[in-house]
């Protein structure tokens, strides 16, 4: 080894260029634009809280936790399909409608555990035919689950006759649709608990970092000996898991289903992801981060509601709140590179 | 080495299968094409209204299709317009609530220029990605068109001028199928023989190298959009016409139709490779289908179903990929049957 | 003479780094002008901004004595035209297209194709480059492309020709090719701009050398009166004894890797062993199917026929997959790492964890902080400066980064390591501790496979080398024998002559 | 009394003599439904068996389409239709402001269009056969007779639960609720409206959240646009912890879900929507224009058959003429 030393020692010496510390002011804008929207949600709240009459009482504060509840929960999923590259997953609206149905009508007749165990397996298929369309045949992600929104819809409603199911009133999953602690829904206390143990499934499990290292660098991640097939897989199935979840908090806290009853929910869920910071182009963003977009998003439709603002009103403010949330990114961002 | 003139680097001469098969190499409307010759084959033999009352094939092509072209423009530099469905909407309301129909007509079409360029504005002067700004830009629209609309779909005041407009003119063709094939023409003739139009492949397919050259990306892109804008919100007074009146809920078939069209056609989704023919072949694919499927009476849910298989086709066999995935089951098939003779064969020479 | 071009002064900063620090270089008509430095010395981003693309934050940049706005455009009207480092061209274009890109020539807004494709195919006729100017770039090999994009630059007449390391991805009969092509363009006046890592064609091809240091021009000379050594040691800042050229000696073990009647996609029936502690390296010029041989063998394409097994600790097993090749010991340092290699924006420790990280968490849990143990292990061992294992793999100069790609099979001790091109547009500080990792490897024991265009390299590394032609093995030379003519004339097609 | 008249002409053994169809010569006749829901939703769900089972009685093949609300997608398949040249076509129009032009194509091509479900706006109506069904303004303006009733001349604040924004029954049944209201009972005011889309989890909020806007102690009564929505507002008072007996609450539907509140008290009333008279008698409808019964224009008694909408409370809830049926 000692014919190596002389070259060792030059290169310790030759200069890499070493960064310098960075200025405060720009560490602060990139620290904005970071964590800005956790700035917003905050000033959101406490704006709210102020000037909107009735927005602190804890009925509302139950009202907001409703609205979060089910797209939250489909929206932490699909923080799985978003950073791993693929956009979104539309069939979030076909799997949740299904779950909501299977959850009421198969309980109805042969109680709750099979209905879990068929909503298992339809989001399971759901996931399989997804991730391998996505993940094998590098089919793209937009298009593969609009034809599976296409063909999970036809079957439901071919199914079940587009009927609205309803459970019984006092059954266990009414009971749990209505229950609190506090103000807090227990369909919230699943959409925090969904929302720990996915950040953990993406931050400190070798599932989570091949699908964030697939998000940024397909075929690195391959040559690093990732079965990226299956990571495409698995965070279809993350998201179809959560999506069932949704589907039986929405059964439970309507105590109905019906095949129409997740409209919108593809887009919705893809805003509060996009709000809190998760960039479509894969591997950058959190689960906590989709998580504070939802409430932002849904504390922003509660107030309008509360101000008696019409539906196209509120439409128009999602929009803007998506152009606003992503300029203050942009140029917070732009201004840091100065 | 010695001085040499020339360097060879590329293959020799082709035989004229060879150019052939290259001239269907360098294409990329294959499944398209066969998709469409697929369901062309299966509407003659089952359905042959589909080509008889072809005019109504060609409304329906036209339907989905004329938002598909402008969309196309937008996807071939690498961006995406999801807001094309509510600038429809939107664009047709603004025709509606303005009493004069020319003034209407110029305002809704200005529309889509604006919403166009609003969209471009974010995209290359704030450099947002687009699929977020337009998802921005498609919950903003749709909100403006209820509000303007009062919630409520807005009667056209000459409703008398509508209905002619949506009578054939020559023969079957009605204005809709003229102003789709002549859009069509614009387009195809803009992306592949306009200096402009074709720099967007490069803008698409290397926007550095785009940028390096000289071509003014943000120019570009704002045409891009602005098309697509413009294609949009003709649609939606196209619509609004025939209809003769506006829906502010409008499109909601629309916007992915028009993507499925687009993709089905070839474009792929991060630029700089596709066509505006291909989008056209994607279009005519996904038409004939569904009015097949309509006219044989077939039930909604399974018409769904339907067609979603047909997508999931489309989409899960693009050649290159179909070859990856072959080989490679091929590959993991063979792996199965290992060869289990020990390690003994003689130390060959590893090269002779 | 007057000086054709003039960078006067220019200042360039990225996030408080300076890339480019008060710079001032001229270069006259007919003259070739080296401009060289390490990895990360500022030679593209001064490049950058002498043809308008990068905007200094002081200095300005004169052609013929007038000064240019800052813009593409302007730049390229002026007369100034660059070559990229990275190739800049639109892969789904034709080659006519990307040779007049941005400058098609119109009528009323419409394309005259018939027009550009005659231009174009002068142009390629001028520099004597064949090819089907109808094919898209995406089609093309790397070498292709690379004159493709000469052609571009010479197509717009420039007054000054910028070349920012053309060679990289050159075999030496293409570089030979243009650098002859370069001295005729220069003897009919052209000013030229010459970038390159490799000291032996500056010396051939130029008439002035100028250096940087960490953006800084540290020496400027007449190359008649300066020494590669001399050179070599203002690059580095400081003296630098060349043991490039040291071979280690081999003490070959039992066979590693037999591959047997491997044929992929542009690989022909090849057969090829790998012992314990022995470096293999494979010659031959670009397009010779190397990387496809290489990638064909290790599973990470799929092959038509053939079998490998690999053999560790006398366990011998076939390789079908990647997978099963990584299960194996298998390390692979790609081609192309900023698209094969690297995660750009993860940082180095994701980047080292990546591969490993079934070893490092059994249970799927990770642990962070052993991950960073272990990146911070690696990055010390392979010389990774600075040795920020927080920072994005993106942000270090591509020498480091390929220290990086290196790092990542480090730690799990492979048992059969192949590099492809492993010092390509590495300067040659990082390309010395790339070879001395490589060689103590070898030493470990390890089998090395090595795939060199670099003929030094190829001579000063290989244990054995195969030279590749056309997807076959055309010859076989002993590496401590060999020398660079006996290499390039199988790869050329000569008669292999007895050494 | 329409359904007797429909199944008093049951035998169908003559074949049409609608001179347009080319296909039919023979016994079935040919109609195409232009429906905008189908099997997607609990109302069409329940409306196509009976349909179904109508058409087979009279010989009919039914072509069935769903346009899913969208007037665009509905013109088109109008054109399918027409290009068909079936023997007649039933509409139930998705937006009514835009079939004109469907209409005046079927005229032209001598196809009889009988309208169903909602009737086209007046305008239109002399390019129709007939209509059979509802008053969608009617059946808000009905609602809101029983919010009037219930208030009694008091002074109270309600809540108004919309269907989907943009949606025309959602925009007929939240005007006639509101307009008679003004005109009825200006006692009653309607503090806020939302839309509920149709939906139970969405209206629950919708109503919660306006309870928390307005002041629950403002807010004696709350109507909603379907008896599923209404659903939805009642669970928000009841999560409230509300009794909710103590509120004016009215609907529309009578369904399955809204019937049984009725029973026990809840929902003081809603309107009877009968899915199935709905289905039978739009082809009826079609088969009296085939043939020739009803002829272009509103002129004929037969040509306009009204759906009965008797209002439910507790005192009928339980009669078999109103026994829900989606
Ligand atoms: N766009 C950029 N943003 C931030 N830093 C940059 C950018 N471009 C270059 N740099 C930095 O500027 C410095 C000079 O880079 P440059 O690419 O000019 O070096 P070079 O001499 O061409 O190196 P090489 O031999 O590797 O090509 C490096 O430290 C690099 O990291
Ligand atoms: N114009 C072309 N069209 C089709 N295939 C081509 C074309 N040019 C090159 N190829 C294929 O690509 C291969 C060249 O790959 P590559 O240049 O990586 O080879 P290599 O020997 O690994 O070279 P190196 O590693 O030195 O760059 C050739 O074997 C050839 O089959
Ligand atoms: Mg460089
Ligand atoms: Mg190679």
Known sequence: MSKNEPITQINAMAQAPEEQPKQKSRRGVEWFAENGIFVFTA???????????????????????????????????????????????????????????????????????????????????????????????????????????????????????????????????????????????????????????????????????????????????????????????????????????????????????????????????????????????????????????????????????????????????????????????????????? | MTQQDTIQLGGGELSLWGKIKLTIARRTEGRGVALLAIILTVALLTEPLVFTAYQVTLGRIALIGLVALGLTAVILMGQLDLSVASTLAASGVVLAIIPDLTLGIIAALLTGLLVGAINAFGVAIIGINSFIWTLGMLFFLRGVALVISNEAPVKLTNADAGIAFGQPLIGPITPRILIFILVFIAIQVFVSRVKMGREFYAVGGNPQAAKDAGIPVKRRIFTGFMISGFVSALAGVINTLE?????????????????????????????????????????????????????????????????????????????????????????????????????????????? | MAAVVEAKNITKAFGGVKAVDDVTVSVEAGEIHAVVGENGAGKSTLMRILSGIEFPDSGQVMVEGKEIENSAKDSIDAGISLVHQELSLVPEMTVAENIYLGGFPTSAGFTKRKEMKKFAQETLDEIGVQVDIDERISRLSVALRQFVEIARAIARKPKVLILDEPTASLTPAETDYLLSMLERLAKQ??????????????????????????????????????????????????????????????????????????????????????????????????????????????????????????????????????????????????????????????????????????????????????????????ADRVGLRPPEIKREAGQYSGGNQQKIVIAKWLHKRPSFVVLDEPTRGVDVGAKAEIHRLVKELADQGTAVLVVSSDLPELLELSDVIHVVRDGKIMGTLDGAKADEKQVMGLAAGEKLVEA | AAEEEAATDTSTDSSSDSDSSADAGDDTLEVYALLPQGNDQPYGTTYLPPMQAKADELGINLTITNSEYDGDKQASECEVAVAAQPDGIILWPALADTIR??????????????????????????????????????????????????????????????????????????????????AECPNVSILAEQPGDWNKDDSQIAASEMLTAVGIENVQGLYAADDTMVAGGIAALEARGENVEDYFITSIGNTFLGNPLVIDGKLDGTVFQSSSWDGENAVTGIYRAITGETSLGRDDDASVLYMPNPKVTIDNATDPEVAPEW
């Open chain 1, 43 to 338: 000033v959101l709240i406490l704006s709210a809280a102020i000037f909107v009459d009735g927005f602190a009482s804890l009925q509302n504060i139950t009202d907001v936790f409703h609205r979060a509840a089910p797209i939250g929960i489909v929206a932490v999923g699909m923080t799985f399909v978003v950073i791993s590259g693929n956009y979104l997953d539309l069939s979030v609206v076909a799997q949740v409608a299904t779950a909501a149905v299977i959850m009421i009508a198969v309980s109805n007749e042969y109680g709750y555990f099979a209905a879990v165990l068929a909503a298992m397996l339809a989001a399971l298929i759901y996931a399989i035919v997804n991730g391998v369309a996505v993940g094998y045949f590098k089919a793209n992600a937009v298009i593969v689950t609009l034809s599976t929104t296409y063909v999970g819809l036809g079957l439901l409603r071919l199914l079940s006759g587009g009927s609205i199911f309803f459970g019984p009133p006092d059954g266990a999953l009414a009971q749990f649709g209505a229950g609190k602690l506090g103000p807090v829904p227990y369909s919230a206390l699943v959409l925090v608990a969904m929302t720990l143990i996915l950040a953990f499934v993406l931050n400190r499990t070798n599932f989570g970092f091949t699908v964030r290292s697939f998000g940024i660098n397909e075929r690195a991640t391959r040559l690093g000996g990732t079965n990226t097939g299956l990571v495409i897989i698995g965070a279809f199935l993350v998201t179809s898991l959560s999506a069932m979840i949704a589907g039986f908090v929405l059964a439970a806290f309507s105590n109905t289903a019906v095949s129409a009853m997740s409209t919108g929910y593809d887009f919705q869920a893809l805003a509060a992801i996009i709000v809190g910071g998760t960039s479509v182009f894969g591997g950058k963003g959190s689960v906590l981060r989709t998580l504070l977009g939802v409430i932002f998003v849904s504390v922003l439709s509660n107030v309008l509601v509360l101000l008696n603002i019409g539906f196209g009103y509120q439409q128009m403010a999602l929009g803007v709140l998506i152009a606003l949330a992503v300029t203050v990114d942009a140029l917070a961002r732009r201004a840091g590179k100065k």
């Open chain 2, 243 to 352: 209809r003769t009146a506006a829906d502010p809920i409008a499109g909601s078939t629309v916007l992915l139709a028009s993507f499925a069209a687009a993709i089905i056609g070839g474009n792929y989704l991060k630029g700089g490779r596709g066509s505006i023919v291909g989008t056209l072949i994607g279009a005519g694919a996904l038409g004939v289908l569904q009015v097949t499927l309509t006219l044989s009476g077939v039930q909604v849910p399974v018409q769904q179903i339907f067609i979603g298989l047909v997508l999931l086709l489309a989409v899960t066999t693009d050649p290159n990929n179909l070859r990856a995935v072959l080989s490679s089951i091929r590959s993991a098939r063979s792996s199965r049957v290992k060869v289990q003779k020990p390690a003994s064969e003689p130390n060959k020479s590893t090269a002779s």
């Open chain 3, 189 to 378: 006046g052209l000013a030229i701009i010459y970038i390159s890592h490799r000291i032996p064609e500056v010396f051939r091809l130029c008439h002035n050398v100028t250096i940087l240091r960490d953006g800084k021009l540290v020496y400027v000379s007449e190359i008649k009166k300066t020494t590669p050594q001399e050179v070599i040691n203002q690059m580095v800042g400081r003296e630098l004894k060349l043991d490039l050229e040291s071979r280690r000696d081999a003490k070959p073990g039992d066979v590693v890797l037999s591959a047997v009647g491997i044929k992929a996609p542009g690989v022909n029936d090849v057969d090829l062993e790998v012992r314990a502690g022995e470096i293999v390296g494979l010659g031959g010029l670009v397009g010779a199917g190397r990387t496809e041989l290489i990638r064909a063998i290790i599973g990470a394409d799929n092959k038509t026929a053939g079998n490998v097994h690999i053999t560790v600790d006398g366990k011998r097993q076939q390789i079908t997959s990647y997978m099963s090749a990584m299960r194996n010991g298998v390390a692979y340092v790609p081609e192309e790492r900023r698209v094969d290699g690297l995660a750009m924006t993860m940082s180095v420790t994701d980047n080292v964890y990546l591969p490993n990280r079934k070893d490092l968490a059994a249970s799927g849990v990770i642990n962070p902080a052993k991950a960073a143990k272990v990146a911070k292990e690696l």
């Open chain 4, 101 to 182: 032009p469907c209409l005046e194509a079927a005229n032209n091509a001598g196809i009889p269009v009988w309208i169903t479900n909602a009737d086209v706006n007046p305008e239109d109506a002399d390019l129709t056969y007939g209509y059979s069904g509802t008053d969608s303004y009617g059946q808000g303006a009905a609602s809101a007779e029983m919010m009037c009733e219930l208030a009694d001349g008091a002074e109270i604040g309600v809540i108004q639960i919309n269907g989907l924004s943009g949606n025309s029954v959602a925009t007929l049944r939240g005007n006639g609720f509101a307009e008679t209201i003004a």
